[in-house]
């Protein structure tokens, strides 16, 4: 039985959510994974939770406000959670547990979802003389992805101030071994917690889903692909 168990209740009057509501989600999360699915865990999830429990509370609470944020590029000035003091050291506790870096050329995908239509063109125009100025963002997207090597887009970008999330398919794992399908955040915790659906209680009965480590991975393996296909 897993979180995703749940059905639409009416609209009724709902209290404010606590401050953190959203660092104890993901706690509850990880822990109950690793209560429960040890047998299916690769030695990179184990760490990526022993990490995750090591960080300060404050780093810890903007990874996941990062990771319930749309996409996995961002840009650093833009950081702004009032309940979190001095998000610069933050980012820097995060960077220093491999949390969050610098986009490479493996991120060239999200870099060009994340970039300006005007920041791309800044990139291409003086590559590819007498190119259109009227293109739209998704053209200018595809014309990237076809015509220039993602290492080089990269370099050509000025990323000093930009982050991206990492150790991203570790915890795409544990949420997909959680919920039982590919989640990207934490949007059922918070529907629950506000009261617009309910989920059946976990008990000590509960049987994980998946026998093994092998029979895990395939399984996300084909979900990731299933949900890529939807988009």
């Known amino acids: 039985m897993t979180f995703d168990q749940t059905h639409w209740v009416p609209e009724q009057r709902r209290q404010p959510l606590p401050t953190f509501y959203y660092h104890e989600h993901f706690l509850e999360m990880i ?3 690793a209560a429960h699915y040890d047998h299916v865990l690769l030695d990179t999830h184990r760490k990526f939770i022993r990490d995750f429990h090591g960080l300060p509370r404050f780093a810890q609470c903007l990874y996941v406000r990062l990771v319930n944020r749309k996409g996995r590029v961002f840009a650093r000035q833009r950081l702004r959670y009032p ?56 053209q200018l997207v595809e014309f990237a992805k076809e015509h220039m ?3 080089d887009f990269v370099v050509a970008c000025n990323l000093r101030n930009t982050l991206v999330q990492r150790r991203y398919d570790e915890n795409r794992y544990l949420l997909f071994l959680f919920f039982g399908r590919i989640a990207d955040g ?3 915790f918070t529907m629950r917690d506000l009261g617009i659906v309910q989920t059946r209680n976990l008990t000590d009965n509960f049987e994980p889903r998946f026998g093994d480590r092998e029979e895990a991975l395939e399984h996300y393996y084909f979900a990731t692909r299933l949900a890529q296909c939807d988009k």
């Open 186 to 188: 934490l949007a059922r």
């Open 83 to 138: 309940e979190l003091d001095d998000i610069g050291m933050q980012v820097d506790a995060l960077a220093r547990a491999g949390f969050v870096g610098v986009p490479d050329a493996s991120h060239f995908a999200d870099l060009l979802g994340f970039l300006t239509r005007s920041e791309i063109y800044a990139v291409l125009l003086p590559r590819f003389t007498g190119m259109s100025r009227s293109l739209k963002k998704a």
């Open 31 to 33: 822990d109950f994974v």
């Open 149 to 151: 090597d993602a290492a």
